[in-house]
């Protein structure tokens, strides 16, 4: 799904948290993209523009969670783990909150399990003449590009 429709945080996250808590539980979740905010700060990166950044709150629902069957302090680790190894943002943008969860007993073996995670992220555009973006007189299409960082800077001053 292109980044517009579900933030790409949003669509890792979702697959990781499918992968560890298994096919039983994973059924059982539903994720949606709210509350989204757009802060227009073009920056261009070389090989094409970060044209916008897009905030929104992720939020992953488990109906009946079998908490008996499987830690929620697992899920919870797992949900941590993954932001501090994927969301370099997070340290960038400070702002950001930390995921909130919320949980309701449904009965003696299941409960429902709403996390809610704030997302800071970038949607990349690249000139295309059959874009759909029409932007500063030219046509451009959302994908993801290559930054180029530059490893040694050589300064050359004179008196």
């Not at 094409?48 to 629902?61: I, K, S, T």
């Amino acid at each position: 799904m292109n980044q517009y429709q579900e933030g790409y945080k949003l669509r890792d996250l979702k697959a990781f948290l499918k992968q560890v808590v298994g096919d039983k539980i994973a059924k059982r979740m539903d994720c949606e993209m709210g509350s989204v905010q757009l802060m227009l700060n073009p920056k261009f990166q070389g090989q094409g523009y970060d044209l916008l950044y897009q905030r929104y709150v992720a939020e992953f629902l488990f109906d009946k969670f079998p908490f008996k069957e499987y830690s929620p302090a697992v899920l919870f680790s797992n949900v941590g783990a993954w932001l501090m190894d994927n969301d370099k943002e997070r340290e960038k943008f400070r702002e950001l909150d930390d995921p909130e969860i919320e949980v309701v007993i449904e009965d003696e073996s299941n409960a429902e399990v709403l996390i809610s995670i704030e997302f800071d992220e970038a949607i990349k555009v690249t000139e295309d003449p059959n874009g759909q973006i029409y932007w500063k007189g030219k046509r451009w299409k959302i994908e993801e590009y290559d930054v180029y960082v530059a490893n040694k800077v050589q300064v050359n001053t004179r008196a």
